[in-house]
């Protein structure tokens, strides 16, 4: 018998921002499950997390479908299939934003980040993320963050081994190293995971990661059995932090 998997999203503007630059879409036919936070002046942020949502899933759901489909990018040999997959669908929607900004001069600049979540038989729960967006998996009562920050912050603590208070003190805003867009090319940050009966995953934008505590995150999850309610009570908790950014979740329970 195999992995059943129930999934739902929640996004919100948030108490602060005048537009919601986040973007979500699940797919179930395809176990996939993405999620991006763009960034950018106008509303360009706007476009970018949306293209990105889009790309992604075009390329999963189509493009490497097709009877004379090549790949894109080049493939990494001692990745499977569905790992390339990720990867060349990343980069994709990486030039198709690229080129956006640099024909348009509302989105010039423009830019996101990017958590995909793909369940494939051959390999388990493939995690392909760029930029501060996060992963995270709670089994039984063990939660832990499955994706590390592309971000200064997180630059500045592993390589400096600075605290988190004094990483963020010396970062300044929440500056990210690595997204989808600002470059011609960009490199997925790719893990893999096995599923079991019970777990649940979220991804979640930094709307809601900046502002609640894991521990708090960890307490929802357990206390809200059906995906689309824990995804709920996620952003009314983000929004009773103070809501200072767009919140977006996406919440995957297994069966």
């Given amino acids: 018998m195999g992995l059943k998997f129930q999934a739902a999203g929640a996004t919100d503007t948030g108490r602060v921002r005048e537009a919601n630059e986040d973007a979500f879409s699940l797919v179930p036919a ?9 960034m950018g002046g106008h509303s360009s942020g706007q476009v970018a997390s949306q293209m990105a949502v889009e790309k ?63 369940y494939s038989e051959q390999v388990g729960l493939i995690i392909a993320h ?18 590390e920050d592309h971000s200064l912050v997180n630059h500045l603590k592993r390589f400096f081994h600075l605290s988190d208070a004094e990483a963020r003190a010396k970062a300044g805003s929440n500056v990210i190293v690595r997204a989808v867009g600002l470059e011609d090319d960009v490199d997925a940050e790719l893990n893999t995971d096995h599923p079991q009966p019970g777990d649940v995953y979220m991804s979640c934008s930094d709307g809601l990661s900046d502002l609640v505590d894991d521990w708090i995150v960890q307490q929802i999850l357990l206390g809200n059995e059906d995906p689309q309610e824990a995804a709920d009570a996620l952003v009314r908790a983000a929004n009773r932090a103070g809501g200072t950014d767009n919140i977006t979740v996406v919440v995957v329970k297994v069966h």
């Fill in 130 to 147: 760029v930029g501060d967006s996060r992963c995270y998996r709670l089994r039984g009562n063990d939660f832990r963050q499955l994706t």
């Fill in 56 to 118: 992604v899933i075009d390329f999963m759901t189509r493009w490497r479908h097709e009877p004379d489909f090549e790949w894109p990018f080049e493939i990494i040999e001692s990745r499977s299939y569905d790992e390339n997959s990720l990867l060349n669908a990343v980069r994709v929607a990486n030039i198709r934003i690229y080129n956006r900004s640099q024909v348009d001069p509302e989105c010039e600049g423009m830019g996101t980040t990017l958590v995909v979540m793909n």
């Fill in 30 to 38: 395809e176990r996939l499950w993405v999620l991006a936070d763009g």
